[in-house]
């Protein structure tokens, strides 16, 4: 099966700084990457997502790359905002399975 | 914020009891998902489902059983066989194929007394 590294588990930073979290994949044939957010007491809500025939994507201060050769995707955030403090969970689309494998999550605490 | 309800949002068991947790979608979607969420750790998958009558188990099945009788509908059972069964539970959906976006309920906390 599908197995997903995710570092770091905690990262915090000032606001207006960036913050980068990385994860890595097993399976060479996973073909879609998302990123899913949690706020405290919530459901987990995607944020972003990338598919294996891409090599970056942007939505206003979120980003998220893609190596296949490496098998390692990220999120940038830019300008980050109190309100961007959560927990943030990466995952790989198993094509085999036809199921999602999720990282173990990184909180992002960010200061005022 | 619809699309998958899940229910009850708090739960207490006594101790050697069995108890279900519902899990419904009107996305249309042919595939559920159970997840484990325990403080400071990731989701871990419990079972999935691709399809009405046909489930497989995650990794972390021990203790747990599903079923799948209708596409809107996947109950969660936590048995009195699982040693540790405090923790918050996420049933999620997603279609299968290219477009894999997955919903998630907003949970059940279960608490054993």
């Known amino acids: 099966g599908e197995n997903v590294e995710q570092h770091p588990s905690t990262l915090s930073v000032q606001e207006g700084d960036s913050a980068v979290i990385k994860c890595t994949y097993s399976?060479?044939?996973?073909?879609?990457f998302p990123w899913y957010k949690q706020e405290l007491g919530k459901r987990p809500q995607l944020i972003i997502d990338?598919?294996?025939?891409?090599g970056e994507k942007k939505d206003q201060r979120i980003a998220v790359t893609l190596n296949k050769t490496a098998k390692h995707f990220s999120l940038h955030i830019t300008e980050t905002q109190p309100e961007d403090s959560a927990v943030y969970f990466c995952?790989?689309?198993?094509?085999?399975?036809?199921?999602?494998?999720f990282g173990g999550g990184t909180r992002l605490m960010v200061k005022p | 914020d619809g699309g998958i309800t899940q229910s009850p949002k708090y739960l207490f068991r006594k101790e050697g009891q069995n108890v279900t947790l519902s899990c419904e979608q009107n996305l249309n979607h042919d595939a559920m998902y159970w997840y484990r969420q325990d403080p400071g750790q990731g989701l871990r998958l419990i079972y999935y489902s691709q399809i009405v009558n046909d489930f497989q188990k995650g990794d972390i099945a021990e203790g747990y059983s599903v079923s799948r009788e209708k596409k809107e509908s996947f109950p969660l059972t936590v048995t009195s066989a699982q040693k540790n069964p405090t923790a918050f539970y996420l049933c999620?959906?997603?279609?299968?194929?290219?477009?894999?976006?997955?919903?998630f309920g907003q949970g059940t906390r279960l608490t054993v007394v």
């Open positions: 995952a790989a689309y198993y094509n085999a399975g036809n199921m999602l494998t």
């Open positions: 990338i598919r294996s025939n891409v």
């Open positions: 399976d060479s044939a996973s073909n879609y």
């Open positions: 999620a959906s997603s279609m299968t194929g290219w477009n894999t976006e997955a919903f």
